[in-house]
């Protein structure tokens, strides 16, 4: 080996020591082939020269270009058995052919950083490293999981971490079927897991396991740590992770202790144990006060009367308890007092954004602020469903919605997002607005809002045949009309017809 090549080598190898940030990925790099069980520092370059080289120790193989990162671990695998040391004393440095994706990362500021979607950084965590980590197990993680499996990416790369000992589920079940008596025929799990709620199919537990997807129950994170991206956990497990995407959804908003709010016969609903803990107090209650008239106020009601149960209304002061520590009445705001056993209280719901506080908080709806692909202000870091609080263009403001349709929208539309490259938004809802996902050249795929009949039938075609789009050209287009169009006109001839 000789000129450029053979310094670039000495230059990584011969003081015997490892590269600062080890590995330095895209998401095309399947991580699934460079999981060791002894801990190797890793450095990916790019000679000036522009040839491509894989080396391990003082050995060196051509790389192609467009060699997949199969190949590259199929070599590698061969030059391991040719070394006699597993040390890596003086390293292991990888030359990849030469891309326009990795020269941008390697060259792009904290900005681009966050636009491209995610950059992994980091080195030795054996085989601890989680491509993308999800936070939260509920239907917004379910969706974003059926998302990353639809375009490949889950098997081995995508870790769920949840509070909950169940898979994620259609959350609207707890009060519309589950409540019932048993001669109702109550919904139970499996039943309703994601993502039965959009007609998709039902992704039980077994589901992840068949997708290489790890789940990680009863274990919800405690704590972050931003600059090394590493989550704690309430069992003390360390995460890595690449891309994090917070989906911790709402929690009840709850009663004051000292009115009563955390008394015995009190219930809150808003996962399967809490609807197991207020089936066994129906089973047993005689007289049931429901406060709160929103959805969950009516269909517990309705719920209460299948039972067969006196079941009462109110706008209360505070709950009394009995002698028995448990709950025994409430009183009104005119002084008056309702004899009850069970109360079932539905005042709404607040985010969880603990432990990311620090992501960056929205003060005016709560929540953690994203922008329109769902990125906090931290690189790398999103947040969907509930808990994010992003801009609606349409009425200029922002805005969080807890609805399980903005779920199953907000997860797609995320993970689309952060899989496939850059994305380009026209228009501003006067009255349309569109967004164009682009990588490498191909429009990969196509959102839009207010468009006609015809524009929708062209979406399809556009998905399909992925054509090479002119991206300057789409950025300067002055309208949804006329980024459409030059997008039908990158259609192959007999797409286009």
Not at 271 to 298: F, Q, R
Not at 389 to 396: S, V
């Amino acid at each position: 080996m000789a000129g450029k090549e053979a310094i670039a080598q000495r230059q990584l190898a011969g003081n015997g020591s490892s590269p600062k940030f080890g590995l330095t990925i895209t998401r095309k790099v399947n991580f699934d082939h460079f999981r060791w069980k002894f801990e190797p520092k890793i450095s990916v370059v790019r000679l000036d020269s522009g040839g491509s080289r894989l080396c391990w120790e003082n050995l060196c193989l051509p790389v192609r270009a467009g060699t997949s990162s199969l190949g590259c671990a199929r070599k590698l695998k061969v030059m391991a058995s040719v070394s006699n040391s597993l040390s890596f004393k003086h390293g292991l440095s990888l030359w990849c052919p030469q891309s326009p994706s990795l020269h941008r990362i390697r060259h792009s500021s904290a900005k681009n950083f966050q636009r491209r979607g995610f950059v992994v950084a980091y080195s030795s965590f054996a085989n601890e490293n989680r491509e993308f980590v999800i936070v939260g197990g509920g239907n917004a993680a379910g969706y974003a999981a059926r998302t990353f499996v639809e375009h490949g990416m889950a098997d081995g790369r995508l870790c769920i971490v949840s509070k909950e000992a169940y898979a994620p589920y259609e959350r609207p079940a707890l009060t519309k079927g589950y409540l019932f008596p048993l001669d109702k025929k109550p919904a139970r799990l499996p039943g309703f897991h994601t993502c039965v709620g959009s007609g998709g199919e039902r992704q039980t537990p077994e589901w992840y396991k068949e997708k290489g997807i790890e789940m990680i129950y009863q274990d919800p994170v405690t704590s972050i740590d931003i600059e090394k991206q590493t989550l704690i956990t309430n069992s003390g497990k360390l995460l890595k992770y690449g891309s994090l995407i917070v989906a911790t959804g709402c929690t009840a908003s709850r009663f004051p202790e000292k009115i009563g709010g955390y008394l015995p016969g009190v219930h809150y609903i808003r996962d399967v144990a809490d609807a197991d803990a207020l089936i066994s107090s129906l089973e047993k209650a005689k007289k049931v006060v429901v406060v709160g008239g929103g959805y969950i106020g009516m269909e517990v009601a309705a719920a209460a009367v299948g039972w067969k149960l006196d079941t009462t209304g109110a706008s209360i002061k505070n709950l009394e308890a009995g002698s028995d520590g448990r709950v025994a009445a409430v009183k009104l705001e005119d002084g008056s007092t309702i004899d009850a056993d069970t109360i079932v209280i539905g005042i709404g719901a607040k985010p969880t954004v603990s432990p990311f506080e620090r992501v960056g908080l929205n003060s005016s709806v709560g929540g953690i602020q994203v922008d329109g692909q769902f990125r906090t202000s931290m690189p790398g870091i999103f947040a969907i469903g509930d808990v994010a609080a992003f801009p609606l263009k349409m009425y200029d403001r922002t805005a969080r919605v807890e609805h399980v349709d903005h779920a199953r929208q907000s997860a797609q539309h995320c993970i689309k997002a952060l899989l496939i490259g850059e994305t380009i938004e026209i228009g501003n809802f006067d009255p349309k607005i569109a967004t164009f996902w682009i990588d490498s050249g191909k429009l990969k795929g196509v959102l839009v809002e207010s468009g006609s009949p015809e524009e929708f039938q062209l979406l399809p075609t556009l998905a399909r045949s992925q054509p090479f789009v002119d991206k300057a050209k789409l950025q300067q287009a002055s309208s949804v009309e006329e980024a459409l169009e030059i997008a039908r006109a990158a259609l192959p001839v007999e797409a286009a017809v």
